[in-house]
């Protein structure tokens, strides 16, 4: 079984408006991370090759950014990924989610697989060449939650979205050497969950909750080490500005929905005065 | 006379209307007062935009690649200027694959209607419409307010719940809303005959302590170890009638049962006070707690989102505040 898993990184350090208020500045220490479900999506990725060994399992992840997304790239082989596909970027600033998506699929039509091996073909495959693609349910900046549907539309698979099991073991159609279908659940509001068969090739994106992400292991990190990052690099050189149907004018802080009554002096003097209100309101005694 | 549609599709669960479609008629009767405005600025009433609400019958709405092959036509045919969807799990589901299949724009969840005057618009970068939405991001701390360049292509939006609301005012466009009963024909697809879907499953119930509780305390990832709830707890028994809370990732970690969980999908709270510990405030997370009587929150960070929702804003690290607040309660 051949899987994908979209793997986006994100900014972990401090965020705030530009000069200019139409994007964002990071803090100065860049630091980074995978985003919090796509974390999710890989160690459910690695579960399932675990657990479906014998049929030849194998989980690449792809990721779209600018070269520091190598590093989470790497990250995820560190977790158990066997390839890792990094489509580069120079994008600064807001990408749509129909822009990454485009990007995701068109890299995907182009990459063939043979056993664990991927390799990148010149013209476009019609075919999808992964079993299941894994994406988060969003990711944790711009909380879009449209690549993963998206990119499933492009390819022509069915994409069911906020996942929160997957079934690994009952009614599983295992013939040919492949998985023919498979169950899950996803997550609807206030508790409520849905069950659904879908056959593969499919899209799932994945909630939090369905599983606890491992951290990469030594061995995996010094095997990511040696193994090559298949690259693809926008050559059209067209800028997200400029390519993107969708244009940021500005970013701005969200209006008050409350006075926020901002409490001042030492940690202590907070407290006292927090305790204070708090009494004068018959919430505490 | 020009007719354009703003195209409204009716959320339904369990046969029952979702809420949502109330504000997502409100959303339509900005967005036309938009164009209303704009019509008045350039002195031309040549484009009338109407506002058509679709109530699907005869199909399950939960089962979205069905959906998404039945309203695919009806689009086509209605070709409106805009639809509007909740940014629900029924929404995220259907919206961004069945806009690739249009082709056209989509944004979700989004929080606001904006009008700007096209000279406020940056020429060479910026959106050559008047109408712009503004969108949450990085955890609810920013809005970024976003514009298309091209407004002759269908603009598809999810609107996060608790931004709109139907006022009185509205009731003078009651003239311009149309409702509709649209029925499953059969549609052709072959993805559909690919999925089954299966049974809802009630899986577990959001009927917990925290209905009954008077003063929540709810934490976050902000406390940053699970041994630190014992700090949460500690400072619950500061009052009476209280029960501990948690944002989702501290659920999904096993750090707290599910019962403990507040917002969209998990409980509901309005208590006498909230108060929330070292939690980001993301819509998700505000969903479940914005109608609290009172709401404090403590967080390191001066510009995080839930400080838009609180009475009182404590900007520092959270467990040497909660210690600092237990002392000074014995004391
Ligand atoms: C479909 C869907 C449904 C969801 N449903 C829910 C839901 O029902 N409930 C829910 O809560 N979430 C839900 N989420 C998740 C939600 O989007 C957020 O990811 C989540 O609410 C964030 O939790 P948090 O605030 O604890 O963590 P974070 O967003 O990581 O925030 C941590 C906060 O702690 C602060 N902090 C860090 N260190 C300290 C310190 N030492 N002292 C003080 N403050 C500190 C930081 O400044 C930050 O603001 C859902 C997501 C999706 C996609
Ligand atoms: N730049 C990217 N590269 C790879 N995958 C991405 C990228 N952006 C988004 N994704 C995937 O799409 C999911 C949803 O992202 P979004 O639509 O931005 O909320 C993420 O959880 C990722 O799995």
Known sequence: ?285 | MNNKTILVIAEYLDGKLNPITDELIACAIEIKKIFDLKAKDISEVNVLYEIKVIHFKGINSLESEKYKSFLFPIIREINPSFILMGHTSQGIDIASGLAVRIGCNCITNINKIIYSQPENIDGSEGSKSNILFSRSVFKGKFNTIVGVENLETIILLTIQSGSFYIKDCCKEYNNIISNEECYLSNVDDSIISLIEYGDIVYSCTTNSKLNEAKVIVACGRGIGDKENIEYIKKMAACFTGSAVAGSRPLIDMGWLPYEQQVGITGAIVSPELYLAVGISGSSQHIAGMKDSKFIVSVNKDPNAAIFNFSDISIVEDCLSFIEEFIYSKQA
């Open chain 1, 1 to 285: 079984m051949k899987i994908l898993v979209c793997i986006k990184q994100i900014s972990t350090s401090e965020i705030n408006l530009n000069g200019s208020g139409k994007w964002v500045t990071q803090g100065s220490s860049s630091s980074f991370a995978i985003s919090r479900f796509d974390e999710n999506a890989l160690e459910e990725a690695i579960l399932l090759k675990e657990r479906f060994g014998m049929l030849n399992t194998s989980v690449d992840v792809i990721s779209v950014g600018s070269q520091t997304a190598a590093e989470s790239i790497k990250r995820g082989m560190g977790m158990g990924a066997d390839n890792g596909i990094h489509v580069i970027t120079e994008d600064k600033g807001y990408v749509s989610g129909s822009l990454t998506a485009l990007r995701v699929a068109t890299m995907i039509k182009k990459i063939s697989k043979s056993g664990n091996t991927i390799k990148m073909e010149e013209s476009d495959y019609s075919l999808c060449p992964y079993d299941l693609i894994l994406t988060g349910i969003m990711s944790e900046d711009l909380m879009q939650a449209q690549v993963g549907p998206m990119v499933a539309e492009h390819l022509g698979i069915p994409c069911i979205t906020s996942v929160v099991k997957i079934n690994f073991d009952d009614n599983l159609n295992v013939s040919d050497n492949r998985i023919d279908k498979i169950e899950v659940q996803r997550e609807l509001e206030g508790g409520i969950r849905q069950n659904i068969k879908v056959k593969l090739p499919a899209l799932l994106t994945i909630q939090a909750g369905i599983n606890q992400p491992r951290y990469p292991s030594l061995s995996n990190i010094l095997r990511a080490n040696k193994k090559e990052i298949l690259t693809y690099n926008i050559v059209d050189a067209q800028s997200s500005s400029s390519f993107d149907p969708l244009k940021v004018i500005r970013v701005e802080y969200p209006e008050k929905k409350r006075a926020g009554k901002i409490l001042n002096g030492t940690t202590k003097d907070k407290a006292m005065e927090l305790k204070n209100i708090l009494k004068q309101r018959g919430l505490l005694i």
